[in-house]
Structures are given as structure tokens and as C-alpha cells.
């Protein structure tokens, strides 16, 4: 079994920035696709970005595209999301998840019933 632990959260001036973390354990991280989404208070789930398994491939939701990058080292078993040019909008729990199997189109990817693990989240909260 995978299990996945988000760090790197925490409190943000508006226009700071933070690198959230996703370590996994449990099995071997190099060939999964894995993905971020976040949820804000009394909003339902969303997409952020998604990298397949060996980094070649990256897709962003539009409105973040410039100000969010998703990264990989598969030496690490660590997934990673920058994000820049923060504002009051991007607080919310940030999660990482994990697809076991084989699919790394955006069409999959951006889709939170693909994926088969989840890690507990991260608190990420900017201030304005």
C-alpha cells in the first residue's frame, strides 16, 4: 500500500510564496502519476496540476497556469508544487494523490476518481 504525507503548508502574506511537498511510502512512487488538488471552506474538491510518472508530461487547471509548477524527483519518492504570487484565493487544504495504474492523458489526470491514494492534506492560508 501507498501512503502519501503533504508538507510545506502553512501561513502567507499575499504575494509570498510556498513549495508544498508530498512524500511517499509504502511501495515504489517512481511509476505512479500523481497530482495535486486543493479545497477551500465550503467549496467541493478541485484540480491543480498533475505530472506523470517519469515528469515528461505536466497539466495545469487554466486560471493557475503561470503561477503553480509541479515537479518530481523519483529518487526521493517527492512530489512538489511551487506556488508564486500567492493570493487570499489559493487558502485551502492542499492534497496529493497517487494513480497506480497505467494513464497519464490530462483527461485522466484531472480527474479525482482516477487516482487510487491520497495523502491527509496541508494547510496552506495567505493573508491579504
Known amino acids: 500500500q501507498v501512503q502519501l504525507v503533504e508538507s510545506g503548508g502553512g501561513l502567507v502574506q499575499s504575494g509570498g510564496s510556498l513549495r508544498l511537498s508530498c512524500a511517499a511510502s509504502?511501495?515504489?512512487?517512481?511509476?505512479?502519476?500523481m497530482g495535486w488538488f486543493r479545497q477551500a471552506p465550503g467549496k467541493e474538491r478541485e484540480f491543480v496540476a498533475a505530472?506523470?510518472?517519469?515528469?515528461?508530461?505536466?497539466y495545469y487547471t487554466d486560471s493557475m497556469k503561470g503561477r503553480f509548477t509541479i515537479s518530481r524527483d523519483n529518487t526521493k519518492n517527492t512530489m512538489y508544487l511551487q506556488v508564486n504570487s500567492m493570493k487570499p484565493e489559493d487558502t485551502a487544504v492542499y492534497y496529493c494523490?497517487?494513480?497506480?495504474?497505467?494513464?497519464?492523458?490530462?483527461?485522466?489526470?484531472?480527474?479525482?476518481?482516477?487516482?487510487?491514494?491520497w495523502g491527509r492534506g496541508t494547510q496552506v492560508t495567505v493573508s491579504s
Open positions: 494523490a497517487a494513480r497506480r495504474t497505467y494513464g497519464d492523458a490530462r483527461d485522466t489526470l484531472v480527474r479525482s476518481n482516477s487516482y487510487d491514494y
Open positions: 509504502g511501495s515504489t512512487f517512481s511509476s505512479y502519476a
Open positions: 505530472i506523470n510518472w517519469n515528469g515528461r508530461y505536466t
